[in-house]
Nanobody
């Protein structure tokens, strides 16, 4: 199983980005998947998750600005990030959980300039 994340980049404050994460290999499209981020010097933190039933959950600081979604046929999840702020800067990782195992994508860098 591999998770391939993409879509990061440099944007100005208030800008938008859309991250993508595609799973390959033996992967059930209904697995729990999510986005985490890690800023320099900080621990990795949960940004948003989507469960097998399609329920979503977000950290408070991104509610109303970020939207997680998925495409079951493509085994993919997305993170639409609007009104980006400098504190959103970090490496964003996708994560997938399958039968008790945790898989991580390679990370994609998001930099928000002030």
């Amino acid at each position: 199983v591999q998770l391939q994340a993409s879509g990061g980049g440099l944007v100005q404050t208030g800008g938008s980005l859309r991250l993508s994460c595609v799973a390959s290999g033996s992967w059930s499209s209904g697995n729990v998947m999510g986005w985490y981020r890690q800023a320099p010097g900080n621990q990795r933190e949960l940004v948003a998750i989507i469960t097998g039933s399609g329920s979503t959950n977000y950290r408070d600081s991104v509610k109303g600005r970020f939207t997680i979604s998925r495409d079951l046929a493509k085994k993919a999840i997305y993170l639409q990030m609007n009104n980006l702020q400098p504190e959103d800067t970090g490496v964003y990782f996708c994560r997938g959980d399958s039968f008790g195992l945790v898989y991580w994508g390679q990370g994609t860098l998001v930099t928000v300039s002030s």
